[in-house]
């Protein structure tokens, strides 16, 4: 395409959808600084694609509605993650039903004039983009989510920032569990993918790690918790387990079933090893030693709010940038990566195709075998 060819970009839109995480509000202030400079105008859509079906808010986002917000956590624009239009919860005669309301949203990019969507979301709000890309709405992805398990990027941003999260509630259970010696569980999010468990187990010292990639022995668990008596002669031992972690033969744990609009919400995975380790303990034989004591901790949304971290805001902020590249060269329907070092950009089918998930025959897992944490099998 030559520079004669291209079309003077005007006006995009900008939302985040899905569940926030820490780096969003780094994308929203890089996006609307860059767009400006390049003289563009920036439209925030408030709560995801909801701010384009009936009743939904937009307003102009300038430099000055987000002085300073690269620092914060959360979301100026708001998200959600029941907002998907092509199967939108709506009540019919006092029943919740999914409807189509992707026409709605075709027809206000339409009636706002704008060129385009930047779309800020994980695996699902991405697919949704991919989805209006077909019905010919320009977009351009930018990858987000704490679980990291989009395969076409080398990380996502928000992901270190809960990495650190998680590591820093394992330091604290750490010191409480060793004065108590007492088993302590710490089950972290990652429905699908264990990269957080797997990350914050190695920087936070855990002895067990728990993925849903690998299903785990109960007897591999119990091993390694009695090796520690034999070795150390301490009940103590640091277990972190991803939410969607579950025994073999078994599948994972939901607290809540999908209804119109939601999906199943995971969790439980550390209650279930608790009861099962209690249970288990019940049954053997300690040699005259104390039976020990589990505890679990959720960790929950505390790895998805605060500020994030230095490295989450560099990446967010060129991811933001890059966004605003693409559109002024014309290359829609992309989404934008870290490929090593590098902020680069793939085709948005691409962008979504492949999940990242931990290899169970990976360096990080033998890595992390190889100092000796038991990874329940
Ligand atoms: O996808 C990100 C994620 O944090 C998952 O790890 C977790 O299962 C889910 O969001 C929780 O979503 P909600 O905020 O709807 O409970």
């Given at each position: 395409m030559t520079q004669q060819d291209l079309q003077p970009v005007r006006r995009v839109g900008l939302l985040t959808?899905?569940?926030?995480?820490?780096?969003?509000?780094?994308?929203?202030?890089?996006?609307?600084?860059?767009?400006?400079?390049?003289?563009?105008?920036?439209?925030?859509?408030?709560?995801?694609?909801?701010?384009l079906i009936a009743g939904g808010t937009t307003r102009p986002l300038t430099i000055a509605d987000i002085r300073g917000i690269h620092r914060e956590g959360g979301t100026v624009l708001g998200t959600t993650n029941r907002g998907n239009p092509f199967r939108y919860?709506?009540?019919?005669?006092?029943?919740?039903?999914?409807?189509?309301?992707?026409?709605?949203?075709?027809?206000?990019?339409?009636?706002?004039?704008?060129?385009?969507?930047?779309?800020?979301?994980?695996?699902?709000?991405?697919?949704?983009?991919?989805?209006?890309?077909?019905?010919?709405?320009?977009?351009?992805?930018?990858?987000?989510?704490?679980?990291?398990?989009l395969g076409a990027?080398?990380?996502?941003?928000?992901?270190?920032?809960?990495?650190?999260?998680?590591?820093?509630?394992?330091?604290?259970?750490?010191?409480?569990?060793?004065?108590h010696d007492r088993v302590m569980i710490l089950e972290v999010m990652g429905r699908g993918a264990g990269w957080i468990a797997l990350h914050s187990g190695l920087a936070g010292g855990a002895h067990i790690i728990?993925?849903?990639?690998?299903?785990?022995?109960?007897?591999?668990?119990?091993?390694?918790?009695?090796?520690?008596?034999?070795?150390?002669?301490?009940?103590?031992?640091?277990?972190?387990?991803?939410?969607?972690?579950?025994?073999?033969?078994?599948s994972e744990s939901h607290i809540a079933k999908a209804g119109a609009g939601t999906v199943a919400r995971v969790?439980?995975?550390?209650?279930?090893?608790?009861?099962?380790?209690?249970?288990?303990?019940?049954?053997?034989?300690?040699?005259?030693r104390d039976i020990p004591e589990v505890r679990t901790t959720v960790l929950g949304h505390l790895q998805r709010g605060g500020s994030p971290?230095?490295?989450?805001?560099?990446?967010?902020?060129?991811?933001?940038?890059?966004?605003?590249?693409?559109?002024?060269?014309?290359?829609?329907?992309?989404?934008?990566?870290?490929?090593?070092?590098?902020i680069e950009s793939v085709d948005l089918a691409d962008g979504i195709a492949q999940p990242h998930n931990v290899d169970p025959d990976g360096q990080l897992v033998n890595q992390a075998r190889a100092v000796g944490v038991c990874l329940g099998n």
């Open positions: 959808g899905g569940g926030d995480c820490p780096g969003l509000n780094a994308v929203i202030w890089s996006v609307v600084r860059s767009a400006t400079q390049a003289g563009i105008e920036v439209f925030g859509i408030e709560d995801g694609f909801e701010g919860p709506v009540t019919i005669n006092g029943e919740v039903v999914e409807q189509d309301c992707s026409d709605d949203v075709v027809r206000a990019v339409q009636r706002l004039g704008l060129d385009g969507l930047i779309a800020i979301g994980g695996d699902g709000s991405l697919a949704i983009a991919h989805e209006l890309s077909r019905k010919g709405i320009n977009i351009i992805g930018v990858p987000k989510t704490i679980d990291n398990d990027t080398d990380s996502t941003f928000g992901f270190y920032s809960a990495v650190t999260t998680a590591m820093e509630a394992l330091d604290k259970l750490k010191t409480t569990g060793e004065s728990l993925v849903p990639e690998l299903p785990y022995s109960l007897d591999a668990v119990l091993d390694r918790i009695r090796a520690r008596w034999d070795e150390e002669r301490r009940n103590y031992t640091l277990i972190v387990v991803a939410e969607g972690a579950f025994p073999a033969g078994g969790g439980g995975a550390g209650l279930l090893l608790e009861h099962n380790l209690l249970d288990a303990f019940a049954a053997a034989d300690w040699s005259g971290g230095a490295y989450d805001r560099i990446v967010s902020i060129r991811f933001g940038c890059k966004a605003v590249e693409l559109i002024k060269q014309g290359h829609w329907n992309r989404m934008v990566c870290l490929r090593g070092t590098q």
